[in-house]
């Protein structure tokens, strides 16, 4: 008779352990079927891209985002290259497709207006990257 009493508690385990499961697996279920909700989308992107809408306007105009080098980055040397397409500190320029040299490429104008600071990056380490 014991051994019957234990089974039938064991049994009753069960049985309840299969109806949370269930529970949590119809819960599970319901969550995946629940709308996607995009609450925010940003991008900084070559050639002014500056939200998902400049994106698509680039795009379906064929807009090319290639422009010449920023200014405003201490990048003075890389304007003034030699004859084999280098520029002043050594480093190789853009290559055109007919192999042409080109102070010109993708660029994020305004990274120059990067708050080092809101990201908790001090000034100095700040000038050795690139934001």
Same mark, same amino acid.
């Given at each position: *008779?014991?051994?019957? +009493?234990?089974?039938?508690?064991?049994?009753?385990?069960?049985?309840?352990?299969?109806?949370? +499961?269930?529970?949590?697996?119809?819960?599970?279920?319901?969550?995946?079927?629940?709308?996607?909700? !995009?609450?925010?989308?940003?991008?900084?992107?070559?050639?002014?891209?500056?939200?998902?809408?400049?994106?698509?306007?680039?795009?379906? $105009?064929?807009?090319?985002? !290639?422009?010449?080098?920023?200014?405003?980055?201490?990048?003075?040397?890389?304007?003034?290259?030699?004859?084999?397409?280098?520029?002043?500190?050594?480093?190789?320029?853009?290559?055109?497709?007919?192999?042409?040299?080109?102070?010109?490429?993708?660029?994020?104008?305004?990274?120059?207006?990067?708050?080092?600071?809101?990201?908790? !990056?001090?000034?100095?380490?700040?000038?050795? *990257? $690139?934001?």
């Amino acid at each position: *008779m014991a051994d019957e +009493t234990k089974l039938r508690d064991y049994l009753g385990r069960v049985v309840a352990e299969l109806h949370r +499961t269930r529970q949590q697996l119809h819960a599970a279920e319901s969550a995946e079927s629940e709308p996607l909700a !995009i609450v925010s989308m940003s991008c900084h992107l070559p050639g002014g891209v500056l939200s998902p809408d400049d994106l698509w306007q680039l795009l379906t $105009d064929g807009g090319d985002a !290639i422009t010449s080098f920023p200014t405003d980055r201490g990048w003075g040397s890389a304007l003034s290259g030699d004859e084999d397409g280098r520029d002043g500190d050594g480093r190789d320029r853009t290559r055109t497709e007919s192999g042409e040299t080109s102070a010109r490429g993708g660029f994020v104008h305004d990274a120059a207006e990067f708050d080092p600071g809101f990201f908790g !990056i001090n000034p100095r380490e700040a000038l050795a *990257m $690139d934001p």
